[in-house]
């Protein structure tokens, strides 16, 4: 049994199981798909602190969460402290987050462009003002995002700054910004940072089956797991390692069936929470049609398609077509 408790500020989690904060892809209802699914703790995807003061807040924030969407975490992404601060507090007003997590792994251009994201581990004092500011201010625990640094020691100092700034927790990405996704996440840089640190730290990069998992776990010694693109189209992962992890032993399932379920529920979740238009639809039916019989052709129809109950009946027809 290697599914632990995780405790983050107030808040405990029967598992150690957490959705990473996707960009289009971790909207409320995927991530109430992936909570179905055995996710212990959610993030939304990064929102900029900047939008959010300047732009207009209704649109940006529709449909960020529900009451049934607990716990989870507000992922905010910006380079001002004092902007930082404003967002959150009007993020932990309006929607009582458990957490509020500051994005410092994000290496899109767009974004570290601006400052932000990964640009901010460049400044160990930004990233000590942002979290002191945030945890000076809130109610609610801050937890930060990092990726690692080209040296063991600097990933280690920003490690410990976010730390002493009052920090909850902390999730490493085990790859440099420069990396993007290349070349493998570095358990060992993990490893070094959860024995340096006192609060929970949570590994995150390349965990996409049991295996990952556990090797994950029992290398860093981390106190949770944060799993990202291999619960994209995908949310039945939490559900596998969760069983793994408890029983030693493996779900076995249709994929094909599961994969229509799962996209089933995703869409009745898009509709029962009017989110249909706010989400990138086709994407996620392609993912979520990723290795089933005829795939390449049910994306190529769905690409003609706008309604998600018409994607259903087409990816039927062609489970039909197999049996
Ligand atoms: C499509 C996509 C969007 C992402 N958006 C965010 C984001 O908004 N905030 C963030 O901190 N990380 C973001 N990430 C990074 C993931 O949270 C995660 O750190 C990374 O994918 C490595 O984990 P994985 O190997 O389990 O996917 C994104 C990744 C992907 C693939």
């Given at each position: 049994m290697k599914l632990n408790k995780l405790k983050i500020g107030k808040t405990e989690t029967s598992g150690n199981l957490l959705l990473a904060p996707m960009a289009?892809?971790?909207n409320l209802a995927f991530r109430l798909l992936c909570r179905q699914n055995g996710a212990d703790l959610t993030y939304t995807e990064m929102i900029s602190a900047d939008a959010l003061l300047n732009e207009n807040r209704k649109s940006i924030l529709k449909?960020?969460?529900?009451?049934?969407?607990?716990?989870f975490g507000v992922q905010l992404v910006g380079s001002s402290p004092e902007k930082l601060r404003e967002a959150a507090l009007f993020i932990e007003d309006e929607y009582k987050p458990e957490l509020i997590d500051v994005n410092m792994g994000c290496p899109a251009k767009r974004i570290i462009g601006t400052g932000c994201g990964s640009a901010l581990l460049n400044s160990q004092k930004l990233v000590y003002e942002i979290i002191s500011e945030l945890t000076g201010v809130l109610k609610t625990p801050v937890t930060a995002k990092i990726r690692i640094l080209r040296s063991e020691e600097k990933t280690l100092e920003i490690a410990r700054l976010i730390e002493e700034a009052g920090a909850s927790a902390l999730t490493v990405h085990g790859r440099r910004a420069e990396q993007m996704y290349s070349e493998n996440s570095d358990l060992t840089a993990i490893r070094a940072v959860k024995q340096e640190l006192s609060i929970p730290v949570i590994a995150n990069g390349d965990i996409r089956d049991e295996e990952s998992a556990e090797a994950a776990l029992d290398f860093t010694g981390c106190d949770g797991l944060m799993i990202g693109r291999a619960a994209m189209g995908n949310p039945f992962i939490f559900r596998r390692i969760r069983h793994y992890l408890e029983t030693g032993e493996r779900l076995e399932l249709d994929r094909q069936v599961r994969q229509l379920e799962d996209f089933e529920n995703y869409i009745a979740l898009l509709e029962k929470y009017d989110l249909q238009t706010s989400t990138n639809l086709r994407m996620h039916a392609h993912w979520f049609t990723k290795?089933?019989?005829?795939s390449r052709q049910i994306r190529e129809k769905i690409n003609n398609l706008k309604d998600g109950k018409a994607m259903i009946e087409l990816i039927k027809d062609f489970s039909r077509e197999k049996y």
């Open positions: 289009d892809v971790t449909g960020l969460s529900s009451p049934e969407d607990r716990p290795g089933l019989h005829g």
